[in-house]
């Protein structure tokens, strides 16, 4: 018979950041606060419960991963580990192998001091923050559930996560299994995986930073221009057509020519536009963050983009939501409905290829689109007054902040997003760190510089009033 305990000498506040519980090892992230989350989770779910874990490459991950699966198992929950794998095939396969929950540990594009748990539903939807909410509450209560679950361990997954995929490809008569892929998965979880799936299907395939390695020594596991430049050379020695590069625990991916990255609202607009053309459906589901790009493209095929709060989480359940063609954030994240309302970046990389008829429609699209200029910057901000900031800036009035004689409308979604005619500025607080974050893009770099500066001065005239 399961009884309760109650244990009140470790409390505290918000555990759920924008993607799930994150922080540097023996420090944020402790191996206390780490069993006490496992007893939190499984005192919420019924007895023996199935649980499924698995994590990225990082060198702590058997350490979280113990600490979690003791604080389960003490609850009375099975926990079945499936070893390293990409977080889509965690989320594809809670549902598929149907598992009550599943947990991810990760901390997807962190550097390797970082380390996090993120979980998902038995439908592969990640946690809703009323269902944080209800962990957070049972944590700070201290009060769990007692029993014995049982340990057990899975393979072949993935087998089972390509034999799923391998089913929603739609074959097309392209000739994009010509083209010679580059596959970095950055030493992530992607490694040893991704790769083989690609090669699987038919397409000739080479690997850079194959080796599942949670120091990252190959590059940084955050994908972007400035860290994929070893990428690119590789590609060009190679003599390939196309780099598909993975973040850590690969739920984000970008690309790369032999010219180079090809950019992130670039490939979600195209991915996108694509998406909308195929599925029939209008509308793309994304966030405040995103920028003007998208909207152009999709309005020229009679398509439309809703933004909703930042975060992978919350863009799934907006594509639920509005029945969208697609989900997406401009880091790289693809939310396919017809998978699931989880990000999927081996689908998405997948995908792209199916609607290629050369490499060079890339480019072609992209050098069609309008030049945007957008930048970011950044107010220091402590913690504890982020939320007032936040507070005085949604009651700020558009006449306000009007620039260049325009009144703009005000999004406060997530933020302050303040739109005008011909540009849009982001003020937000970041979630991991004491910074508010300003965002602004418009078809002037001049232009995109003055809305920076009239953020920060904004964010800065309230710190300023908060500090007397």
């Given at each position: 018979m399961a009884t309760t305990t109650t244990d009140d000498s470790f409390v505290t506040g918000r555990l759920f950041g924008t993607s799930g519980i994150r922080g540097i090892v023996n420090k944020d992230l402790s191996i206390e606060l780490c069993e006490?989350?496992?007893?939190?989770?499984?005192?919420?779910?019924p007895?023996?419960?199935?649980?499924?874990?698995?994590?990225?490459?990082?060198?702590?991950?058997?350490?979280?991963?113990?600490?979690?699966?003791?604080?389960?198992l003490s609850t009375g929950g099975n926990v079945t580990d499936?070893?390293?794998?990409?977080?889509?095939?965690?989320?594809?396969?809670?549902?598929?192998?149907?598992?009550?929950?599943g947990i991810m540990i990760t901390a997807s594009h962190n550097p390797p001091e970082y380390n996090g748990i993120k979980l998902f539903n038995k439908?592969?939807?990640?946690?809703?923050?009323?269902?944080?909410?209800?962990?957070?509450?049972?944590?700070?209560?201290?009060?769990?559930?007692?029993?014995?679950?049982?340990?057990?361990?899975?393979?072949?997954?993935k087998q089972l996560y390509f034999s799923f995929i391998s089913d929603k490809l739609s074959p097309r008569n392209n000739s994009s299994h010509t083209l010679k892929l580059l596959i970095d998965p950055g030493n992530g979880a992607a490694s040893i995986f991704a790769g083989e799936i690609f090669q699987r299907l038919g397409y000739n395939v080479v690997t850079v930073n194959d080796e599942p390695d949670g120091l990252f020594p190959g590059r940084n596991p955050?994908?972007?221009?400035?860290?994929?430049?070893?990428?690119?050379?590789?590609?060009?020695?190679?003599?390939?057509?196309?780099?598909?590069?993975?973040?850590?625990?690969?739920?984000?991916?970008?690309?790369?020519?032999?010219?180079?990255?090809?950019?992130?609202?670039?490939?979600?607009?195209f991915i996108s536009a694509a998406k909308v053309r195929d599925s029939g459906k209008k509308?793309?589901?994304?966030?405040?963050?995103?920028?003007?790009?998208?909207?152009?493209?999709?309005?020229?095929?009679?398509?439309?983009?809703?933004?909703?709060?930042?975060?992978?989480?919350?863009?799934?359940?907006?594509?639920k939501e509005i029945d969208a063609a697609l989900g997406i954030e401009g880091v790289g994240v693809y939310i396919f409905p017809e998978l699931g309302y989880y990000p999927d970046s081996i689908f998405a990389a997948l995908y792209l290829l199916n609607n290629l008829e050369s490499i060079e429609q890339i480019r072609d699209f992209i050098r069609a689109l309008p030049k945007l200029s957008l930048k970011?910057?950044?107010?220091?901000?402590?913690?504890?007054?982020?939320?007032?900031?936040?507070?005085?800036?949604?009651?700020?009035?558009?006449?306000?902040?009007?620039?260049?004689?325009q009144q703009p409308n005000i999004n406060t979604i997530d933020g302050l997003r303040v739109e005008f005619v011909d540009s849009w500025m982001l003020i937000r607080p970041s979630g991991t760190e004491p910074i508010v974050r300003i965002i602004a893009e418009s078809f002037s770099p001049l232009q995109?510089?003055?809305?920076?500066?009239?953020?920060?001065?904004?964010?800065?005239?309230?710190i300023s009033c908060c500090n007397k």
């Open positions: 006490r989350v496992g007893k939190s989770l499984g005192s919420i779910f007895l023996h419960a199935e649980i499924c874990i698995a994590t990225d490459t990082r060198q702590s991950r058997n350490m979280v991963k113990t600490a979690v699966c003791k604080g389960l499936m070893g390293i794998l990409p977080t889509p095939a965690l989320a594809l396969l809670t549902r598929e192998m149907g598992f009550d929950t439908d592969a939807s990640g946690y809703s923050k009323a269902q944080e909410e209800m962990i957070e509450r049972t944590y700070n209560s201290g009060t769990f559930r007692q029993g014995k679950g049982i340990s057990k361990t899975a393979s072949n997954m955050e994908p972007k221009g400035d860290t994929l430049k070893g990428t690119v050379a590789f590609l060009k020695e190679q003599n390939a057509d196309v780099a598909i590069c993975f973040d850590g625990d690969a739920d984000r991916v970008v690309f790369c020519d032999r010219e180079g990255f090809l950019g992130f609202d670039e490939m979600t607009t509308k793309v589901a994304t966030t405040v963050e995103t920028g003007c790009l998208l909207d152009v493209a999709l309005k020229s095929i009679g398509g439309e983009v809703a933004r909703g709060k930042v975060g992978d989480v919350n863009v799934a359940y907006l594509v970011k910057g950044k107010v220091q901000c402590p913690n504890n007054i982020k939320q007032y900031v936040m507070d005085r800036l949604k009651n700020v009035t558009p006449a306000q902040i009007m620039f260049n004689g995109t510089d003055a809305l920076i500066t009239e953020g920060k001065n904004l964010v800065e005239s309230i």
